[in-house]
Protein backbone atom coordinates (compact mmCIF):
# COMPACT_ATOMS: atom_id res chain seq x y z
CA UNK A 1 0.00 0.00 0.00
CA UNK A 2 0.97 3.42 -0.66
CA UNK A 3 0.21 6.50 1.40
CA UNK A 4 -0.52 9.79 0.11
CA UNK A 5 -0.78 13.19 1.00
CA UNK A 6 -1.79 16.56 -0.94
CA UNK A 7 -0.47 19.79 -0.48
CA UNK A 8 -0.55 23.13 -2.02
CA UNK A 9 -4.52 24.15 -1.97
CA UNK A 10 -5.59 27.71 -1.47
CA UNK A 11 -7.81 30.39 -2.09
CA UNK A 12 -6.55 32.56 -5.23
CA UNK A 13 -8.48 34.82 -8.30
CA UNK A 14 -9.94 34.05 -11.81
CA UNK A 15 -7.01 33.72 -14.05
CA UNK A 16 -4.55 32.81 -11.10
CA UNK A 17 -2.43 29.36 -11.34
CA UNK A 18 -1.74 26.49 -8.16
CA UNK A 19 0.44 24.01 -8.94
CA UNK A 20 -0.86 20.80 -6.53
CA UNK A 21 1.71 18.16 -5.07
CA UNK A 22 0.78 14.19 -3.72
CA UNK A 23 3.58 12.79 -1.64
CA UNK A 24 3.65 9.12 -1.40
CA UNK A 25 5.06 6.46 1.36
CA UNK A 26 7.21 3.57 0.28
CA UNK A 27 9.44 2.77 -2.04
CA UNK A 28 6.89 1.56 -5.27
CA UNK A 29 5.50 4.64 -6.32
CA UNK A 30 6.83 3.92 -9.85
CA UNK A 31 4.58 0.96 -10.26
CA UNK A 32 1.46 2.55 -9.33
CA UNK A 33 -0.54 5.06 -11.74
CA UNK A 34 -1.75 8.00 -10.39
CA UNK A 35 -4.66 10.11 -10.62
CA UNK A 36 -6.11 13.84 -9.73
CA UNK A 37 -10.04 14.30 -8.57
CA UNK A 38 -12.22 16.63 -7.36
CA UNK A 39 -15.49 17.33 -5.41
CA UNK A 40 -17.56 20.75 -5.42
CA UNK A 41 -19.91 21.25 -2.36
CA UNK A 42 -22.90 19.10 -3.44
CA UNK A 43 -21.50 17.31 -6.34
CA UNK A 44 -20.00 14.06 -6.55
CA UNK A 45 -16.29 13.80 -7.27
CA UNK A 46 -15.27 13.58 -10.78
CA UNK A 47 -12.07 12.82 -12.90
CA UNK A 48 -9.70 15.65 -13.25
CA UNK A 49 -6.18 13.89 -14.97
CA UNK A 50 -4.29 10.88 -14.60
CA UNK A 51 -0.80 9.82 -15.46
CA UNK A 52 0.73 6.51 -16.37
CA UNK A 53 3.61 5.28 -14.04
CA UNK A 54 6.58 6.05 -16.44
CA UNK A 55 4.78 9.56 -16.54
CA UNK A 56 4.85 8.98 -20.40
CA UNK A 57 1.20 8.70 -21.14
CA UNK A 58 -1.47 11.73 -19.35
CA UNK A 59 -5.32 11.95 -19.59
CA UNK A 60 -7.06 14.52 -18.89
CA UNK A 61 -10.95 15.89 -18.30
CA UNK A 62 -12.22 18.09 -21.29
CA UNK A 63 -13.17 20.57 -18.39
CA UNK A 64 -9.31 21.14 -17.72
CA UNK A 65 -7.54 20.40 -20.69
CA UNK A 66 -4.98 22.91 -21.82
CA UNK A 67 -5.27 24.44 -18.49
CA UNK A 68 -4.15 21.81 -16.13
CA UNK A 69 -0.69 19.41 -16.33
CA UNK A 70 -0.39 16.51 -14.78
CA UNK A 71 3.29 14.90 -14.31
CA UNK A 72 5.21 12.53 -11.58
CA UNK A 73 8.71 12.66 -10.32
CA UNK A 74 9.49 9.15 -9.33
CA UNK A 75 12.68 10.01 -7.86
CA UNK A 76 10.72 12.21 -5.35
CA UNK A 77 7.54 9.89 -4.65
CA UNK A 78 5.54 13.07 -6.28
CA UNK A 79 3.30 13.67 -8.39
CA UNK A 80 2.29 17.15 -9.66
CA UNK A 81 -1.30 19.00 -10.74
CA UNK A 82 -0.21 22.46 -12.47
CA UNK A 83 -3.26 24.20 -12.58
CA UNK A 84 -3.22 27.86 -14.58
CA UNK A 85 -6.14 29.79 -15.83
CA UNK A 86 -8.12 29.07 -12.74
CA UNK A 87 -12.37 29.55 -12.97
CA UNK A 88 -14.46 29.91 -10.16
CA UNK A 89 -15.89 26.58 -11.45
CA UNK A 90 -12.47 24.90 -9.96
CA UNK A 91 -13.27 24.96 -6.79
CA UNK A 92 -13.45 22.28 -4.72
CA UNK A 93 -11.10 19.54 -2.87
CA UNK A 94 -8.72 17.77 -4.60
CA UNK A 95 -8.07 14.17 -4.45
CA UNK A 96 -4.79 12.40 -5.34
CA UNK A 97 -5.14 8.72 -6.08
CA UNK A 98 -2.90 5.52 -6.76
CA UNK A 99 -4.09 2.56 -8.76
CA UNK A 100 -1.66 -0.52 -8.45
CA UNK A 101 -3.18 -2.57 -11.33
CA UNK A 102 -4.38 -1.24 -15.28
CA UNK A 103 -4.29 1.65 -16.81
CA UNK A 104 -4.91 5.46 -16.63
CA UNK A 105 -8.58 5.53 -15.85
CA UNK A 106 -11.05 8.28 -15.14
CA UNK A 107 -12.87 5.92 -12.78
CA UNK A 108 -12.45 6.56 -9.08
CA UNK A 109 -13.39 3.16 -8.19
CA UNK A 110 -10.21 1.63 -10.70
CA UNK A 111 -7.88 3.61 -7.80
CA UNK A 112 -7.02 1.85 -4.53
CA UNK A 113 -5.45 4.48 -2.41
CA UNK A 114 -6.45 8.14 -1.68
CA UNK A 115 -5.23 11.02 -0.19
CA UNK A 116 -7.06 13.20 2.51
CA UNK A 117 -7.37 16.15 -0.46
CA UNK A 118 -6.80 19.87 -0.22
CA UNK A 119 -8.93 22.93 -0.68
CA UNK A 120 -9.03 24.69 -3.87
CA UNK A 121 -10.73 27.66 -4.08
CA UNK A 122 -11.32 30.25 -6.84
CA UNK A 123 -12.69 33.06 -6.87
CA UNK A 124 -14.02 35.37 -9.43
Known amino acids: QVQLVESGGGLVQAGDSLRLSCAAS????????MGWFRQAPGKEREFVAA????????LYADSVKGRFTISRDNAKNTAYLQMNSLKPEDTGVYYC?????????????????WGQGTQVTVSS
Open 51 to 58: ISRSGGST
Open 97 to 113: AAGRTGYNSRQSYEYDN
Open 26 to 33: GRTFNTYR
